[in-house]
């Protein structure tokens, strides 16, 4: 049985893809916040507008780290996606945070960011290309 | 007494600034491999041209993570320099990787990269532009 | 899923609020002991009385330490909350040793104590003035 | 040999009394800033005025915790000493952070604290009313 | 919930007085084998006669510390009850592995050992003279 | 309750023998992929064919570790066993593995192995010959 | 290099015969405080007559512990001695932190404890009879 | 500044060669024991003839992992070479001894063993066939 953190981008819906492939099998998927502008408003919501962008931002990011880092730290296996848009920072940190606890790693991104990954690829136990290949990869792992 | 690793771009010499700047003071610093075209090639030097780019670039990420990991594991602070170019997935990474070890996390980085940098400001002990303000930071840290 | 320690003040039914405003979630909600009373007296009614304020007082502590540390180990997040009165060491040493286990850790404290808590807020994920932002956060982290 | 971490209150010199007596013994000893002002200050000169207290209590805090942290985690033995002034709820969030590290604990304060601090106490392996029975601790953990 | 490893003794049925009186409650006991015999002879019966004292014993003894060692780290508190007969230097020893690993000590002996016993009541959450006084201090630790 | 992960040689059934005796105690087995071909080309199968001999080995070898590492990690007890033929250096890496995790390591082979295995029977805490012996052992351990 | 930390009884000068023996190689020793009167006393002498003989106990055992735990951890490897009298429960409560913390464990004990020791012996890297043996063992271990 | 554990075989002096080349580099090398028969015989010369194979060597096996298992902890970089030649599963043991820790691994080994070795080199950071290019490494490693 495995605990599979996926996180990285939250621009679509390729989380579903996999949980949906695997849903028969013993697998326990965590993910972070899907809703962005929830993600985003968190703070200002509930602790109040910080008047400030910094601030705004930062009392959002705090709180959403506590489900982030908390679901890595009950992880196995933590999945990243690396889409076509964005800076995307946040799911390199992941990749960074997973690595240092020893998390085993599985990176999806396109060809053609082959050379900006090399470092979290090389602490990947897997780097594909698509979700569908991370689906094939759990049920390997998952047999009997 | 500090151990400090300068993570984050290589492409210009803001580590000999901060550097220069402590000489008189009680800081190591390590830092990774400043010379980028041997930091590219260093697999396809040593253990020789794999034919094709992906692995390539993987040896070399390999061995230099060897270097990457070990100082960040003997440092007691980090500070990441985020540039105005790239994707910088490693400065990202490096941040994420010492978060997890619990280094204490200095941040760099131009004001328009507030809400893209939200995540590892969120874990950063400190969050500057410039630095000189690092090594204000350090001098503070290290005063009798 | 998350599991949540209430840590601080016993002197009023602060805890109560948050776990019935919670009790449809999956969250698994740990406590010190209530009940103040028997807090105090578990040394001298269990050991018997060491014939000493600070004996009696040690030997109480140290059985509810049992309790206390057992449970911020357990949790992933740790709630402490400083009310207007008392000394409250108690609560800041809480927060402390939750800090060094790497727990997530939400300060609830009135607006005056901005100055005299600034290195707990400085640990915190999230700094807050009342039981009801507590409930918002934690329904907004265990959102699908 | 032993490193030893002077933790709390930075109004009065008893810091000095410490180390004096004990400047001939194989002793290290750290501190955290002594400097009231500068520690208070650090955050508004450095990183500059946040226009409002909790921030700039709140970047001051983060970078002061830099030291404390570090030092705490370079440290065998923790002293705390609780004075007769103010709330001092940094002095007993070290105790914990220094706890649940399992740092080995020296706590001093007046008879009069007994009760409140019964929870730091409990941790502590010596509880004293003087600087000067630590460093008599000091000069019996040393013999050779 | 707490999970309790009964050390020491096997020599009286010291072990079932504490179950019983808390099998109401939500306590997860882990013993070490009852039966002294079985103990004492799994090496030769399994691995086979080593023709030696010492080698028959070591076999038996390594293959319980299997037994004894995974469970006390699954448990949260371990009492140790030290009886007026024989070394038991193993119930010292699984003491001492307790406390390294951090885990909560209660132990149970009677007065005239107080001077032998001192470094281990030294390490101890609480120290009694009988069983039910560890169930009234489990029972206390288990209140809602 | 134990979780057991049967390590070493996968061209036998010896899992089954010991899965299948002690399938009425309270042993939850842990194993690596049993189907040789599957665990071989799960790398060129999914990930794609690599054109290189090290490389399709080195993808299929680093998807299986998420399974062999993870496993080790969630066990209490590692059973390794060393058959009469091929390398079998994995089952060697798997043990140091688990006994720099201090996982309890019984280890199987048979009586030529004496010398070359003596490293890792020195890290073992049962070395038999037979799976009836770590079926008897386990029995032994899960005793009420 | 080595750290070796020399615990058990402290009534005959066991310890000088391997520090000498030893002085030419590179190998540190840590002991617990040899003068037995000083060790028993620094309670009552430092902290106060406590009134009470548990306490007077405790008070120094709990001051000698910041040594004997902080020095276990500063060292690779424990030799622990077990003499002819006494209880010597604190050498078998030594044995055991240190065999938690992965620290390598030599013992020397006469031949008729063999049965009342086999657990630490379970635990020791190497049991032997005499310091001699140690010295052998240490200066094999350091050569070149 | 890197600590480099050069395990495996030791049949051969591949060690002097990186030793040597490496000497006026900041690079501090450990290693097991050279002289085979010293390190095979330690157990029946020190502690005495066990008149039975299996212990003889046992006696020696746990002597010897005193200095590997320890050096292997001081180590920052673990080099392990397979040969041409015996099982070698110590080599192996001790590369997933050093993986489990978070050390960094290079092996060495020749092209014939790609298939055997897959599943210790996915552990590796670099995969070479010759001591130079290991040493071609750690220079690389260490420069400025």
């Not at 028969?24 to 985003?40: A, C, G, K, M, N």
């Not at 920072?89 to 599985?106: E, P, R």
């Amino acid at each position: 049985m495995y605990t599979v953190y996926l996180a990285g981008e939250i621009h679509s819906n390729w989380r579903e893809e996999i949980i949906t492939a695997c849903k028969d099998y013993d697998v326990i998927f965590l993910t972070p916040e899907y809703d962005h502008t929830s993600s985003d408003d968190i703070g200002k919501n509930v602790v109040g507008d910080q008047e400030n962008d910094f601030y705004n931002d930062h009392v959002s990011a705090k709180i959403n780290s506590i489900r982030n880092h908390t679901y890595i730290k009950q992880a196995d296996i933590v999945v990243v996606k690396f889409g076509e848009k964005y800076k995307q920072w946040n799911a390199a940190f992941d990749a960074g945070y997973a690595t240092a606890l020893n998390k085993k790693l599985i990176v999806i991104h396109p060809g053609e960011f082959i050379h900006a990954l090399k470092e979290i690829d090389a602490a990947a136990s897997a780097v594909v290309k698509s979700q569908s290949q991370v689906v094939d990869i759990l049920k390997h792992l998952i047999r009997k």
